[in-house]
């Protein structure tokens, strides 16, 4: 590329050097040589009146420049001249200096300020920039002085065909139908030259193919990619990779030139049917398989994708049409051959199927090149199996009479092996289908029956299960749903329906007959809303004088007061017992007792009020105040449990006494003996020592649970003559009275107070 580049600059530059030796000669004697055209441009100044009346008067006056062009790419040795300015005022005297400025003006374009030589002192590129705007000027040398109005003008980049044509977009990627016309069009490519395409051949491209004949083909011009070949498949090749070349200067000898690939990928029609590997598939299914189970698979190939693939299957015909069907594995696109009815081996041992296998989508295009379906063939042998026996029915229903004896019949269940061996079958319920074992069957014969009695308002059905299995088989089962229903009988007597008292005034009006209350029955027997219940007064109390009783014989009674009135103070409850009669087979009966209590009524039979208020109520107190007076009595034990939780803490007693506080008292009591449990409680040395009382003696009787810590002793009591001399009385009258007599007592405050804490430890030991 670099050296059809360089042969480009080369001719430019010698056509432009031999232009500026042509331009020269023609133009001699008006300035120095420059390269380029010259071409001469006047400027006229005319007159004009000034402000304070004076005419002024402007000389002619003129800028001379060539047209002026710079070569890009240009590496000479020698800075480019680009071209010359020259005013009309200039006389070469060296008086007037030219000024440039502008776009480059100093780093790319420099002037001569003498001569007006413009020279470009850099490589440029037109690609970069196309042109540049500058502004010329000429002052006097000497005062800076404009001498003319400052004049603009473009150098322009000349183009030269160093740019290779690019594919901006590639790699491309195009998808075309497989099968598809010559000439179809699978995509457009375009290239990019940045060369100035209004200036000669540099920028004019032709697309050709490289690579990808001959199944496609380019458009010189315009670069799209048209199919070459005809019925091209895609399940022979599937993708194409084609090159495309971009040349410039037409597609001429020295042109640049870019290269594209394209990815050309055959999308898939349905032009393919589907086809069975196999002419005639055989398979086997057991007798005992059921119905839904798979029996097998086959599968027609497509070699389509997508929806051009799908295959449909059906039977076409065969005398196993009724016992098998097909459906489709949508994942595998298989057709499973299922059981839609049980097959017998003892009845027919093998089943054809005539299967079909085609497209439901089918491309109009390619519908003459059909048809796009296969057959083939299904065999199916059925296996002989070891099948289990089988009921006579789906399942049983039996009645049974509730409170039947023990061993009443309920009914019976058959099953039979339907083997060609016909083996005998042996039957038994399952015990957690009949948990607490009301029924037995028997094994040979399949009759079940009760093993005791039944309760059908306890239990009204009994559903259970029973088994079959052959004697000797390969203890395969059968079972059936067992359903036995309890059939009532009128062992329930009746009773009140609901349980309320009836309140009466005790005011009631003398003479007058007065409904009180309408009673009703019921009877937890299955055929209570179908029998009638009649009522009457309980033979003892047939002729009592307070109330009366009137069957309304539609289940009811009525109840009415027959008294004058009745007295609260006397009897303010009676007990109205009624007998209840059913009409069931056997008849029963039952005595109800109706309670009818007695109210304080007004004049006008209002009931203001009866013996049956709370204690509560007749107090006066509400449930606030029961709240109020239960956390009083919660505090105050709370207050006596820590008052004592502390006197133990500081080891005093709870009873505190003080010698100066002994008293004598006189105290009457009677004492019988406990015989040997009284004696081996309490040592009889304490009475006859009252030294010895000091000290702590444990019962001997009894032994604590939790062994408490000992407490300490107590204080020491003083001896007393008294106490002795009455010691000594009391045993020698004890010696000689050996019955109950009555004793009095005068001890000391001293003895009492010993006393009492002999039975304080005791207590502590119980």
């Not at 000669?25 to 004009?48: I, V």
């Not at 050709?208 to 090749?237: C, H, K, W």
């Not at 799908?310 to 009724?322: C, F, H, K, T, W």
Request: with cysteine.
């Amino acid at each position: 590329m670099w050296e059809e580049l360089r042969l480009q600059v080369f001719f430019l530059c010698l056509g432009a050097a031999l232009w500026s030796a042509a331009a020269a000669a023609t133009h001699r004697g008006s300035g120095p040589r420059e390269r380029g055209h010259r071409r001469h441009l006047s400027l006229h100044r005319h007159r004009e009146r000034g402000k304070e009346g004076q005419v002024l008067h402007r000389s002619k006056r003129g800028w001379v420049w060539n047209q002026f062009f710079v070569i890009e790419e240009y590496t000479g040795p020698d800075p480019v001249l680009v071209g010359r300015l020259h005013s009309d005022v200039d006389s070469g005297d060296g008086n007037i200096k030219y000024i440039l400025s502008g776009e480059g003006a100093g780093t790319i374009f420099v002037i001569d300020d003498k001569t007006g030589n413009i020279h470009a002192t850099k490589t440029l590129d037109r690609e970069e920039q196309a042109q540049y705007t500058l502004t010329a000027q000429a002052v006097a040398r000497d005062t800076n002085k404009p001498l003319e109005p400052p004049s603009e003008f473009i150098v322009k980049v000349q183009d030269i065909n160093d740019n290779p044509p690019e594919f901006l977009h590639g790699p491309y990627y195009a998808r075309v139908a497989e099968m598809s016309n010559v000439g179809t069009s699978v995509i457009k490519v375009t290239a990019t030259d940045a060369d100035d395409p209004t200036y000669g051949n540099s920028a004019r491209l032709v697309y050709s193919i490289l690579q990808g004949q001959p199944y496609f083909s380019v458009e010189p011009q315009t670069g799209i990619i048209r199919t070459a070949l005809p019925n091209m498949d895609r399940e022979a090749r599937q993708e194409y990779d084609v090159v495309i070349q971009a040349k410039d200067m037409g597609g001429h000898m020295g042109g640049l030139s870019g290269t594209t690939q394209v990815k050309i990928t055959l999308t898939d029609v349905n032009d393919n049917p589907p086809k069975f590997a196999q002419g005639v598939y055989a398979m086997a299914v057991s007798e005992d398989k059921v119905p839904g189970e798979e029996v097998g698979r086959l599968k027609a190939r497509d070699p389509d994708l997508a929806e051009n693939g799908l295959v449909d299957y059906r039977i076409l015909e065969g005398d196993g049409m009724n016992f098998f069907e097909i459906t489709k594995d949508s994942e595998t696109q298989e057709a499973v051959v299922k059981l839609k009815k049980p097959v017998d081996f003892e009845t027919k041992r093998s089943y054809t199927l005539k299967v079909e296998a085609s497209n439901p989508h089918v491309d109009p295009r390619f519908a003459t090149w059909g048809p796009y379906k296969d057959t083939t063939i299904v065999k199916i042998s059925v296996e002989d199996a070891d099948e289990p026996p089988t009921f006579m029915a789906p399942s049983y229903n039996f009645e049974v009479e509730e409170n039947a004896p023990a061993g009443t019949l309920v009914g019976r269940v058959h099953a039979k092996d339907t083997d060609i061996m016909n083996n005998p079958v042996r039957y038994m319920i399952p015990r957690y289908t009949d948990l607490e074992e009301f029924f037995t069957i028997n094994t040979e014969d399949g009759i079940i029956k009760t093993t005791r009695p039944l309760d059908r308002e306890a239990q009204s059905w009994h559903n259970i299960s029973v088994s079959a299995a052959e004697i000797g088989g390969h203890h395969q089962d059968a079972k059936v749903r067992v359903n036995i229903k309890v059939k009532d009988v009128n062992d329930n007597a009746p009773e009140f329906a609901t349980q309320n008292e009836v309140l009466v005034c005790e005011n009631v009006s003398p003479g007058k007959v007065n409904l009180i209350e309408t009673v009703s029955a019921t009877d937890k027997d299955e055929m209570a809303h179908r029998q009638h219940f009649h009522f009457r007064l309980a033979p003892e109390v047939a002729n009592n004088h307070s109330f009366s009783l009137k069957d309304n014989r539609d289940s009811t009674a009525s109840i009415f007061v027959i008294r004058k009135g009745f007295s609260r103070l006397s009897q303010d409850v009676y007990h109205l017992p009624i007998e209840i009669n059913d009409n069931g087979v056997p008849p029963l009966s039952s005595t109800n007792t109706l309670i009818i209590r007695v109210c304080s009524c007004d004049s006008k039979d209002t009931i203001l009020s009866c013996n049956v208020e709370p204690f509560i109520l007749s107090a006066g107190l509400s449930t606030g105040a029961l709240i109020a007076i239960l956390a009083c009595i919660v505090i105050l034990l709370a207050i006596v449990v820590l008052f004592v939780a502390l006197r133990r803490q500081k080891k005093e007693p709870l009873i505190v006494f003080e010698e100066e506080d002994i008293r004598e008292n006189i105290i009457t009591y009677d004492d019988e003996g406990g015989g040997e449990e009284d004696t081996e409680a309490f040592d009889i040395a304490t009475l006859q020592n009252p030294d010895g009382a000091n000290g702590f003696l444990p019962r001997k009787d009894i032994k604590p649970e939790l062994q408490y810590p000992m407490r300490p002793g107590l204080r020491p009591i003083g001896n007393s003559v008294d106490v002795d001399d009455f010691i000594k009385t009391r045993i020698s009258d004890n010696k000689r009275k050996k019955s109950k007599e009555k004793k009095t007592l005068q001890p000391s405050s001293i003895y009492e107070q010993s006393q009492r804490k002999t039975c304080e430890l005791k207590n502590r030991l119980n």
